[in-house]
């Protein structure tokens, strides 16, 4: 849908982060607390499937697509 958009790529350092997690540290929404409320205003995109769940843990190799904001790789140290 937003193919067109630079990738953004995400190092962790964990086994995941979760899709709220990712929008806070993005800057795309202010605290913690507004995940729910921007994931039911904004269709965003979790390997190209619809995900509305602030709690959605996202894995190495993940793309999220967020409108707007554009599109993020979710990677590791490792590389996998």
């Known amino acids: 849908m937003w193919g067109d958009v630079m990738q953004k790529e995400i190092e962790i350092n964990t086994p995941f982060i979760t899709l ?3 929008l806070k540290e993005e ?3 202010g605290t913690g607390g507004q995940a729910k409320w ?3 205003e ?3 995109l979790v390997n190209e499937e619809p ?3 602030r709690g959605r843990k996202l ?4 793309v999220i697509e967020v409108p707007d ?3 993020f790789k979710i990677t590791t140290k ?3």
Request: net charge negative; charged share 30%.
């Open 20 to 22: 709220g997690q990712l």
């Open 27 to 29: 800057g795309i929404i």
């Open 38 to 40: 921007y994931l039911r």
């Open 42 to 44: 904004h269709t965003v």
């Open 51 to 53: 995900d509305d769940r």
């Open 59 to 62: 894995y190495a190799n993940d």
């Open 69 to 71: 904001e554009g599109s």
């Open 78 to 80: 490792s590389g996998k």
